[in-house]
T-cell receptor, first 114, second 114 residues
């Protein structure tokens, strides 16, 4: 039973560039959430996708956007990268069930913006 | 805005010592509560969760947590730690009326000396 997978594992970009991160949910899951974990801090919720729509969004600017595909996999896009976007980006998947959902996390993509 | 506080940022214990990690949240309604662990070089894993019922919940690897509603707390405990418990521990809260986005605390880094 495959868990949550993310690609790439590491990425280096320069300020102003755009980046796309990818996530495949755990088998049987239909909901994908994205989190940003800055160094030394806890993860912060970016947004969540369910049925190919953004279901919830945290306090992140519009430079952060996403997409969910019919096979439930998801992408996180960040435009106009800033130095402060350097972080570990975590994807979590769950099965939608009246909000009593448990989220399972992937290994993350470490993004460095120079 | 809701927040989660983990007051102990770093904890150092010897093997066989007892562990208690504090977690307090600021939200007055019904909540779902989680503890996640991140072992060195690994992804976030669920230790235990509380949705309803018995406020004392047992998780994997001998961990347990107690939900005290009047204190807005969900402290993590283990009677006797092992060297392999060295990891970072995150408390997370999901208010029942906030979809299923998780708000994480800042984490507690635990080092167990052999």
């Amino acid at each position: 039973d495959a868990g949550v997978t993310q690609s790439p594992t590491h990425l280096i970009k320069t300020r102003g560039q755009q980046v796309t991160l990818r996530c495949s949910p755990k088998s049987g899951h239909d909901t994908v959430s994205w989190y940003q974990q800055a160094l030394g801090q806890g993860p912060q919720f970016i947004f969540q996708y369910y049925e190919e729509e953004e279901r919830q969004r945290g306090n992140f600017p519009d430079r952060f956007s996403g997409h969910q595909f019919p096979n439930y996999s998801s992408e996180l896009n960040v435009n106009a990268l800033l130095l402060g976007d350097s972080a570990l980006y975590l994807c979590a998947s769950s099965l939608a069930n009246l909000y009593q959902e448990t989220q399972y996390f992937g290994p993350g993509t470490r993004l460095l913006v120079l | 805005a809701q927040s989660v506080s983990q007051h102990n940022h770093h904890v150092i214990l010897s093997e066989a010592a007892s562990l208690e990690l504090g977690c307090n949240y600021s939200y007055g309604g019904t909540v779902n509560l989680f503890w996640y662990v991140q072992y060195p070089g690994q992804h976030l894993q669920l230790l235990l969760k509380y949705f309803s019922g018995d406020p004392l919940v047992k998780g994997i690897k001998g961990f347990e947590a107690e939900f005290i509603k009047s204190k807005f707390s969900f402290n993590l405990r283990k009677p006797s730690v092992q060297w392999s418990d060295t990891a970072e521990y995150f408390c997370a809260v999901n208010p029942n009326n906030a979809g299923n986005m998780l708000t994480f605390g800042g984490g507690t880094r635990l080092m167990v000396k052999p």
